[in-house]
């Protein structure tokens, strides 16, 4: 059956049909292509032709103009679209006409350097001379090391490599610094937050390196499409890049479905599950051929969505093949479950975002989100990952009862219309900085001159000065320590140390994930289940110092969450306006976190079927936040339960509908209210940075705060439910009943006297 025919069944079946609310057919785009440049290489353009590459997409095309003439630039395509050539061509026609030029490949996961490496290898083995190309990551053996070093024209690599393995250890690499005419930084827009804020100081640091050997590289940057790809390329390089946004490449039609399961429960406005309804979408595709990607916003929810597709194929006489793809797998693991997928023996497959990136699993044609991804950006990747090849595809955004699902579902217009989203960073996050200080002045001594015009980073050298990590002598900073600074820096969050997870079934022990300590919190404590494919742990033991997990193997018929107390002190204010009707401020906040209890969730049905106590000690986190403080007038007529429950549903529409103008994950930002501040002795929403330091997440809510409660106040009065939902402000058994119209009447005041 064609992809249409069955998409028209999908919305004309009678279990789907009231809820696809909305369908648009994405035509197919024509390419424009030009003709390569007259001084390219001529070898080089017989091996592409080989490869069926007569011409070249528009993009392409400037892109190579772009970096031949020596500028930076970032290539902003979508997902599909050529990119790999657009620095492949000059830098391979470059190491043609000039032997002895280096370039080096940064891309954020090995799976997409393994890719890469691949790429390269089928171009250059056309060429009359060869170009030596190696990945230099974790996997590389040790023996391989000292040629590559040596020999390597392209090396390609990843930023914790770079920020660990090879610019402490610069010395080594001198015929690539000395020769260095490129730097690709593929996946830009991946480069956000913590991670963005992190990377900007690596590249700053390479830059250092590189001047050192005499040095001065083009920097190639590819995004996906992002709505500040020249201001995120310039905060991570440090100096002026050019935009190349214009797509020139072909693509095939896309069928784009929201669908919003219907209400079930009408009193207390609960929906069908977005998880069961994934399954059921993505099986409906998947029994007429379809090879199926699914996305879930966490690995609790791909492993339960993979359960539940597997489960529902062994009922079958020919059961396809399912498998489920997240962080904390082991490398070998995930490039058997890629290469299942490229090979087509895997039909369908449950993921994280960790998929959304530009690795080659082959040809999918239909993609399931089940909840929305976060950002506007993150949902066209996602949805992208499907029709690869310019064939006809389909994606459906599954939504959950989340508000910020439910605003994007009612108004669809808003999704297709809003550009994407902003890639935030803030490098000036004074734990991060510190910390390349740190790996900086290990690898060259800092002179005063650098800093010159920056203060703030002389205070920071002369505070490591008196804690005696540095030793300024004639003006400049030398690493004086006995400790190797770049190994007690994790460029994916602040806290270096990950938990790493043991089977311990059996009377073998084996390590079967990991995962950050910050989530190990909520997921590894004794008793709670763990699950991994299609297996379910249970841990025994949790050893919260020595970073250890260690877990047997189970059957049961539940899952577990738990329950996480959070509070506050407000330490400093940086900034604070108020009317008559609220006060709004922003500044740094000591929070303190600690797990409670959890809670035994029973699959399908969701119910809660038992509970228990968590023993971890709290951890504290210095951070930035955002907090709104409502005046005595405004809640003058509630009792303080009543306040409780009017300050829970306002909480919940922030944690929801922030991320959406802050241009960031829900999982950025932490959301508390409290009905009598410490500070202020006033009902109170707290907003908080998820990381020490803080991204500028709450700088940007002190300036948005009115639009977040106009989208607010929009979606509270156009939700269907009577007292309050899961849609909106949260369920009735949480909120209470009749906390809707309060909800409803204290947005309205602070928007009137705001």
């Not at 995004?223 to 693509?251: M, Q, Y």
């Not at 108004?411 to 790996?439: T, V, W």
């Not at 300036?703 to 009065?717: F, G, R, T």
Request: glycine share 8%; net charge neutral.
């Amino acid at each position: 059956m064609a992809l249409k025919d069955v998409v028209n069944v999908f919305q004309r079946n009678g279990y789907f049909r009231s809820g696809v609310v909305f369908r648009q057919y994405l035509a197919p785009r024509p390419g424009v292509f030009m003709e390569f440049p007259e001084s390219c290489s001529t070898q080089l353009v017989e091996s592409l032709n080989k490869r069926g590459i007569s011409r070249l997409y528009s993009h392409q095309h400037a892109a190579y103009t772009a970096a031949m003439g020596g500028q930076n630039l970032v290539v902003v395509t979508p997902t599909a679209s050529g990119k790999t050539l657009c620095y492949n061509l000059p830098i391979l026609d470059t190491m043609l006409k000039q032997p002895g030029s280096r370039a080096l490949y940064m891309f954020p996961t090995k799976a997409l350097a393994q890719d890469q490496l691949a790429e390269l290898r089928e171009t250059t083995g056309g060429l009359q001379r060869g170009i030596k190309v190696f990945t230099y990551d974790g996997d590389t053996p040790v023996d391989a090391r000292r040629s590559i070093r040596q020999a390597a024209e392209i090396v390609i690599t990843n930023p914790d490599m770079l920020h660990t393995g090879i610019l402490p250890h610069h010395t080594k690499w001198i015929s690539l610094f000395e020769n260095l005419k490129f730097v690709v930084v593929d996946e830009m827009h991946s480069y956000r937050g913590v991670f963005g804020s992190h990377m900007a100081h690596v590249i700053r640091r390479l830059k250092r390196v590189c001047r050192h050997y005499g040095a001065d590289p083009v920097f190639i940057m590819c995004s996906a499409t992002i709505a500040n790809p020249g201001e995120l390329a310039e905060k991570l390089g440090g100096e002026p890049f050019r935009a190349v946004t214009e797509n020139g490449a072909p693509g095939g039609g896309k069928y784009f479905i929201f669908y919003n399961p219907p209400v079930v429960n009408e009193e207390l406005g609960i929906r069908r599950s977005s998880l069961n309804e994934a399954q059921r979408i993505a099986g409906l595709f998947m029994d007429q051929g379809y090879k199926t990607i699914a996305f879930a916003r966490s690995r609790l929810k791909v492993e339960l969505l993979g359960k539940y597709l597997r489960e529902r194929e062994t009922k079958k006489v020919r059961a396809r093949v399912v498998r489920t793809y997240r962080g904390g797998y082991l490398p070998r693991e995930r490039r058997e479950i890629e290469e299942g997928l490229r090979e087509g023996r895997v039909d369908g497959v449950v993921s994280t975002n960790a998929m959304e990136l530009g690795v080659d699993i082959g040809e999918l044609d239909v993609c399931v989100m089940s909840g929305y991804p976060g950002s506007i950006a993150s949902t066209w990747q996602q949805a992208g990952r499907a029709g690869r090849r310019n064939k006809e595809s389909a994606a459906v955004l599954v939504a959950s009862s989340a508000p910020v699902d439910q605003y994007l579902v009612r108004n669809p217009r808003y999704f297709l219309e809003q550009s994407p989203e902003m890639g935030l960073i803030n490098p000036d996050n004074i734990i991060i900085k510190a910390e390349h200080l740190k790996c900086a002045c290990y690898e060259l001594p800092v002179a005063m001159r650098e800093m010159a015009d920056n203060p703030e980073t002389v205070e920071i050298l002369d505070f490591l000065e008196e804690n005696r990590f540095l030793h300024r002598v004639e003006g400049r900073y030398y690493w004086v320590a006995e400790s190797f600074p770049a190994n007690e820096v994790s460029l994916r969050s602040v806290a270096s140390e990950n938990v790493l997870i043991i089977d311990t079934t059996g009377s073998r022990t084996r390590i079967i994930g990991e995962m950050a300590r910050s989530s190990a919190l909520t997921m590894l404590y004794e008793g709670a289940i763990y699950l991994h494919q299609n297996v379910q742990y249970q841990v025994h033991k949790f050893d919260f110092a020595g970073c250890r997990a260690y877990v047997r193997q189970v059957k049961v018929d539940y899952y577990t969450d738990a329950d996480l107390a959070v509070d506050f002190k407000v330490l400093t204010v940086f900034g604070e306006d108020k009317t008559p009707a609220l006060g709004k401020k922003w500044g740094e906040l000591m929070v303190t976190r600690m797990p409670t209890i959890f809670k035994k969730i029973k699959y399908r049905t969701h119910e809660n079927v038992g509970s228990g106590p968590i023993n971890l000690p709290e951890e504290e986190m210095h951070t930035s936040g955002f907090w709104l403080s409502l005046a005595p007038p405004v809640v003058r007529d509630m009792s303080n339960q009543e306040k409780e429950y009017a300050l829970m549903g306002l909480a919940n529409l922030y944690q929801n509908l922030a991320p959406i103008f802050l241009m960031c994950d829900s999982n950025d930002i932490g959301v508390v209210p409290q009905t009598k501040a410490a500070d202020t002795g006033l009902p109170t929403v707290f907003v908080y940075d998820r990381y020490p330091g803080g991204t500028g997440l709450s700088e940007g809510l002190f300036k948005v705060n009115a639009q977040v409660m106009q989208a607010a106040l929009e979606l509270v009065s156009q939700c269907e439910c009577r007292g309050g939902c899961p849609s909106c402000i949260g369920p009735p058994q949480l909120v209470g009943e009749a906390t809707r119209e309060k909800v409803v009447n204290i947005l309205r005041q602070c928007l009137r006297r705001g």
